[in-house]
């Protein structure tokens, strides 16, 4: 199988977007072929969640259809609601026994990019029901954009706009583990006023650059940078891999996950940040035995710290301008003299 260092390395998963260059925000739809077990690590002081709830390790549910990643905060959430739609429209051509009724799983992390410049006003309903529809319409296996789409439309950190960053790898072992991730940091994913990346250590292939890290790290790289009091930021997204897990697993590996937000931007975890990761098991392979399981682990860790680099990175300019410039804006690439 040819790899294509995304989220969708990890067979059974597709992925979909939909964005309005208008209101400058967008909807990334993640969908199983099959049910998946999931669980969830959600440290951020500001989260924006719908039916995370069901993902901890004690409630019922065991496994869940599709993952949602939005802009528009709160408002975002009626992106599922589309998601939801679009699922129950397949489940009608599966027969099904008289009187049965299937509730599509469906859980959602939004970001808050409000501020991001474009029109914030609709008529009574959100448009967000509909972009998630369109979302899950669009989504398929293989390749699918990076940077300024979908949930990562309208996303900035400090200094540069984020963006919608996914990579993968395969473990020692031969497991499969992938990250998708929208960068809207309330801190920022790259250090100082320069175009190195915090996620530097853990860049495969020149991902985003292949500048590695700076010669060293001055007083002036380690202050504060963070948005203003007013503004929450967030980083959403979802750690997959292929091996066969538990719900109390999937836990773990979405915690291992948020020490990957940690090293990928600085600050993390902020009371402004709604920081959230979804740990997820396709369940296609055996289940780790005794050392695979911390390999997984270790893995996820580094692809989160990537996957949030790649994000900014791949970051594009939106029509009319924007506040913030993008990576490439503003220190153009590695080859540029």
Known sequence: MTSLNLLTDIPGIRVGHSQDLTLRTGVTAVLFDRPVIASGSFPGGAPALRETALLEPENMVGH?????????????LDATTGVQAWLREQFGSIPLPPGTIRVPIVVQASLYDLPAGGQTTWERYSPYAEMGHQAATSAQSGAFALGTAGAGTGATTVTLRGGLGS????????HRVAALVAVNAVGTATIGDGPHFWSAPFEQRDEFGGLGMPAHLSAEDLRLRSKWASVTGTTIGLIATDATLTKTQAKRLSILAQDGVARGVFPA??????D????????????????E????????????????????????????????PTWHERFGSKDTP
């Open 64 to 76: 869940i259809h599709a993952i949602v990643l939005s802009g528009g905060s709160t408002y975002g």
């Open 167 to 174: 990579v993968s790898t395969i473990t020692p072992a031969g």
């Open 269 to 274: 975890h902020l009371p402004l940040d709604g």
């Open 276 to 291: 959230a990761m979804i740990g997820v098991s396709t369940c296609e392979k055996p289940a780790p035995l005794g050392q």
């Open 293 to 324: 399981w911390t390999e997984i682990l270790h893995a996820a860790t580094q692809v989160t710290a990537r996957a949030i680099a790649r994000g900014v990175y791949e970051a594009s300019p939106l029509p009319g301008g924007a506040a913030l």
